[in-house]
């Protein structure tokens, strides 16, 4: 996913990623914070820096909101007679950049500082900027000196367009007193939002288990975990420790013990924070004149309003239930072959029932075939395969650039052909404590054209959560792994390959319901044999590549309980929509319940609340969720175009034509065009959802 956070400058701003801006161009100041960007050490290419003193990231916070507030109230100031578009529309994308710059990365230290006082400050910064920028957008004397400015050609139409249009999102058509409403309202929900982020980014929940409860976990798992002092190994609730529990525990109750654990992080706290922002959100739908937040948040989208989502998802409801009946059914029969008296399947059976079966079935397992992936190789292989694709080349950048932890590296991405730079890119993809539990990719300096004729280099994050070396052993990936790179590199790509020529319209700032397209589209390439013998390498010979018939075998099973895969995401799609489409307080456990019942076919899990970690809704995927659906129509219709085709079936998987011909057409355009004329114009026809129904196999 790309991250969204609510404290960023959203829609025609810095909306993706967390927007975070460039750490190097604000320096330790020994007492004296700056108050203009022109006393901020030069750094034209913004590289991050990490080494804040105790309490800096919070003055530089401050002095960051400082001087946009003077920038923005200068663009304010201009009579009516003295205003163009360069001093008001042009200067306020610039101003609003610069803020970007010189703000954000203090957030993102929040998301990976080993040091607790630099993480606690950066969160901190994260809650005082949420505010600031609702704020900013509810401004009528910017809004007053943009709004009438006179466009000299495309892009700054669709600059403007797009400007106005989050202005008047933010209520500046209301009267005064309506909006004043609006603006504190969004205010109080922007912390609830970060306040909700933060708690599952400081959440350190474990669980305690006997040798006994872990049979069936693997020795390699086992020898990386920590214990108690009574022998007692401790699990986290991290992604890498619950997937290989979830999926590996022989005793039910002990996967039943670490779901009801991963289903309650926070819960104490985050329930709470949800319910209260989904009465805000609909308190400011209202104001707004909507119907619903679903209506208000869709206003500029391609789905365009709530009704059209809700069609959307109810009418593959329909289309996918037998296949997701007949998943459980398979999953019961198995389950009754060691367990003979069971009538129904668990919600912590699942993922083990699954894993289990598929290993069975199709001689997969993937403690041995991740033995093939060494993260080292497939992300060398994975910058290889987007090497040629797209006409670029990664390499690390100069040694003597320090990074925020050890193992994180920096990379350059330049030009294949004329071998200019392009952009930075940080690779930080192993757990430790304080960072980011997920797998995301961050936008931290934002692409766009300079004064001088010259462009920006985008900077970018890829932080994951790979399972770290241990007992000997590299760090491997799973398959599933191995496709998820695939696609948050592909996000890497989105950011960094921009060519747009604003700031807030660059990069993955495209509407949110088509932003994940590009990355779902790139999935492809993680299910060719071709590009899978490519990536591997057994870890102790790599020349032992990926057997033929494990690879046969990972493609026969892709569409295995694959019904139950995109049921489950339907229903994530409908929980977001049924939450934001009500009226009155929301019981989110009560309509979860019902709902997984519904959906999924079993009972979710007693006393659990999933929707205290369902980090999306409050991080900007709120009645945005369906987008992972949506736009996964769009990714099947793209990729129709790399697909071997004629009479000789030629594989296109690595054809640079088409690759150049997609990085033109829709990853350097970001939001300059609407999303259905990038399709257009990259498919050479209308879209369609054809390629998407004949993947699941829905008539």
């Not at 992972?628 to 000789?648: K, N």
């Amino acid at each position: 996913m790309i991250r969204f956070r609510s404290v960023c400058l959203v829609g025609v701003f810095v909306a993706i990623g967390l927007a975070l801006g460039a750490c190097a161009t604000v320096s330790k100041n020994k007492g004296r914070i700056p108050t203009s960007a022109a006393q901020l050490p030069a750094n034209p290419d913004h590289l991050l820096r990490y080494d804040y003193a105790p309490g800096e990231v919070t003055q530089l916070c401050d002095a960051a909101m400082g001087i946009a507030t003077a920038k923005l109230d200068s663009i304010a100031k201009f009579s009516p007679e003295a205003r163009s578009i360069d001093n008001t529309l042009l200067a306020f994308d610039a101003a609003t950049a610069e803020l970007n710059d010189l703000a954000q990365p203090l957030t993102f230290m929040g998301y990976v500082s080993t040091d607790q006082k630099i993480h606690d400050e950066g969160q901190a910064c994260e809650e005082k900027l949420g505010p600031f920028f609702v704020s900013l957008m509810s401004r009528k004397d910017l809004y007053d000196a943009v709004k009438d400015a006179k466009p000299r050609n495309k892009n700054e139409q669709r600059l403007l367009s797009e400007t106005l249009r989050e202005f008047e999102k933010a209520g500046l058509k209301l009267p005064e007193s309506k909006l004043a409403e609006v603006k504190e309202l969004k205010q109080q929900l922007s912390v609830l939002e970060s306040q909700f982020s933060s708690n599952m980014n400081n959440d350190t929940s474990v669980v305690e288990f006997a040798p006994a409860e872990l049979d069936g976990v693997s020795p390699d798992f086992l020898a990386r975990l920590k214990k108690t002092p009574d022998g007692k190994f401790i699990v986290t609730t991290k992604t890498p420790d619950y997937s290989h529990m979830s999926e590996n525990a022989k005793i039910g109750e002990t996967r039943h013990k670490i779901a009801l654990a991963y289903v309650n992080r926070q819960a104490d706290k985050n329930v709470k924070l949800l319910e209260d922002a989904i009465i805000l959100r609909e308190k400011i739908a209202a104001i707004m004149g909507f119907k619903t937040w679903a209506d208000y948040r869709t206003w500029g989208r391609m789905a365009k309003d709530g009704t059209t989502v809700l069609n959307f998802l109810n009418g593959l409801k329909d289309k996918l239930a037998k296949r997701s009946r007949d998943d459980l059914a398979k999953l019961l029969k198995f389950k009754q072959e060691f367990e003979p008296s069971a009538t129904e399947v668990k919600a912590w059976d699942i993922n083990y029932l699954a894993y289990q079966l598929k290993k069975r079935d199709y001689t997969l397992d993937s403690e041995v075939i991740k033995e093939y992936f060494p993260t080292e190789k497939v992300v060398q292989g994975v910058f290889d395969i987007y090497s040629k694709l797209f006409g670029v080349k990664f390499q690390p950048a100069s040694k003597d650039q320090k990074t925020w932890a050890d193992g994180v590296n920096l990379y350059e991405i330049r030009d294949a052909n004329q071998g200019n730079l392009i952009a930075y890119f940080y690779a930080d993809f192993f757990p430790r404590p304080l960072k980011y539990g997920h797998f995301a990719a961050f936008t931290l300096i934002q692409g766009h054209a300079n004064k001088d004729g010259s462009y920006q280099k985008p900077v970018s994050a890829i932080v994951g959560n790979f399972e770290p070396p241990s007992n000997g052993k590299p760090s491997m990936l799973k398959h599933d792994e191995v496709d998820t790179f695939f696609h948050e590199f592909g996000h890497i790509m989105h950011q960094t390959l921009t060519q747009a020529p604003y700031a807030g319209l660059s990069g993955s700032n495209t509407t949110q319901d088509f932003v994940e397209a590009p990355s779902q589209m790139l999935e492809n390439w993680a299910w060719s044999p071709k590009i899978l013998k490519e990536l591997s390498g057994h870890y102790k010979d790599p020349s032992k590549k990926l057997p033929k018939k494990l690879i046969d075998k990972m493609i026969e099973a892709k569409e295995f309980n694959q019904g139950y895969d995109y049921t489950r995401q339907l229903m994530l799609g409908l929980l977001d929509m049924t939450y934001h489409t009500s009226t009155g307080p929301v019981d989110t456990t009560a309509i979860y319940t019902k709902l997984y019942r519904e959906l999924i076919g079993v009972d979710s899990i007693e006393n659990g609340h999933f929707q205290a970690g369902f980090t999306h809704l409050m991080g900007g995927y709120d009645a945005g969720y369906y987008g992972y659906l949506w736009s996964e129509v769009y990714a099947a219709d793209m990729f129709s175009r790399f697909e071997p085709r004629g009479i000789f079936k030629r594989d296109h998987l690595l054809d640079p034509k088409v690759g150049l011909q997609y990085r033109h057409s829709v990853l350097e355009k970001g939001n300059m065009v609407e999303a259905l004329d990038m399709l257009r114009e990259f498919l050479g026809r209308e879209p369609n959802s054809e390629a998407f129904f004949k993947k699941l196999h829905i008539k």
